[in-house]
């Protein structure tokens, strides 16, 4: 290597460094002769990435988090990925689903989870829930205790899961996001009634399986009452239908809304605003055409 210093072919830059310039550390050599613009600094979020060694430099981001965001990490990510199984996400390969979604992998996590959980006790878990709890109230609102109430952490979700190639399709209206056309339609209907509602009220209720508590969220509050849509899939036998329990919670707190009931507001959107309006607020993921 060539010491900028002695103007002279050198064996190991480093070694000579040690012996013939003691006051310069090999930092400071790389800054003054051999850093280039825009080295040291990352590309993400601006801050200064680590210094490793002469022949190496610095490092380009500054941690994973951002190195996982950095564009050139995104693009040898998907180009390792179409070149070993034809497809820019792993989400969309079914040898890579096969691999990951088994009983074997499945069982492996379950235990590392419970090892996890058991070395906490109830109460460190109530005095974090308390935590969260407070920090997400003080940043959005009274009455916020779950981060599927936000509007805008929910579109980021999302987005993110139709990057990813997940299919997540739900309609944005209003700057909201909701989970199916029966929900917006029933949205419209009662603004164009002037009928005093509130969507995703702050308020849950709560439900038991196995021991294990659980939380429902209404999708609206009409009035004094909080109204449940719910699609025919998720009543009757099938992969979709709901737990007993999740049911029977729904029943006593709420006014629940099928497809007998939504069809006259159907009706109702397709003749004031036309057959397919409600289609324009349908969000989809990169796949669909």
């Given at each position: 290597m060539y010491c900028e210093i002695c103007k002279k072919e050198v064996g190991v830059l480093g070694r000579h460094l040690?012996?013939?310039?003691?006051?310069?550390?090999?930092?400071?050599?790389?800054?003054?002769?051999?850093?280039?613009?825009g080295e040291g600094i990352c590309p993400v979020c601006g801050k200064e990435t680590t210094f490793w060694k002469l022949s190496y430099g610095y490092s380009v981001c500054c941690s994973r988090l951002c190195n996982c965001q950095y564009e050139n990490t995104i693009d040898k990510r998907k180009n390792t990925l179409l070149?070993?199984?034809?497809?820019?996400s792993p989400l969309k390969s079914k040898e890579i689903k096969e691999?990951?979604?088994t009983k074997e992998y499945s069982d492996l996590m379950s235990n590392i989870l419970k090892e996890a959980f058991s070395k906490c006790s109830d109460e460190v878990w109530k005095k974090r829930t308390k935590k969260f709890h407070k920090n997400l109230q003080e940043k959005y609102g009274e009455g916020i205790i779950n981060v599927s109430q936000i509007q805008e952490i929910k579109l980021k979700i999302r987005k993110s899961y139709r990057l990813n190639g997940v299919r997540k399709n739900c309609y944005i209206f209003d700057e909201k996001i909701f989970d199916s056309s029966?929900?917006?339609?029933?949205?419209?209907?009662?603004?164009?009634?002037?009928i005093e509602f509130e969507y995703h009220p702050d308020i849950f209720f709560e439900y038991t399986i196995q021991n294990k508590k659980h939380h429902y969220f209404p999708d609206f509050k009409v009035g004094d009452n909080f109204v449940e849509i719910k699609g025919?899939?998720?009543?009757?036998?099938?992969?979709?239908?709901?737990?007993?329990?999740?049911?029977?919670?729904?029943?006593?707190n709420t006014i629940m809304l099928t497809r007998k009931e939504i069809t006259p507001i159907l009706y109702y959107i397709k003749n004031k605003y036309g057959k397919h309006y409600l289609k324009q607020f349908k969000q989809k993921n990169n796949n669909e055409k």
């Open positions: 040690c012996r013939k310039h003691k006051d310069l550390n090999p930092k400071d050599y790389y800054d003054k002769f051999l850093k280039k613009p070149k070993n199984y034809g497809v820019d691999k990951v979604f029966w929900e917006l339609a029933y949205y419209i209907w009662l603004k164009d009634n002037n025919d899939a998720f009543l009757n036998e099938g992969k979709w239908k709901m737990t007993d329990e999740k049911l029977n919670c729904i029943k006593q």
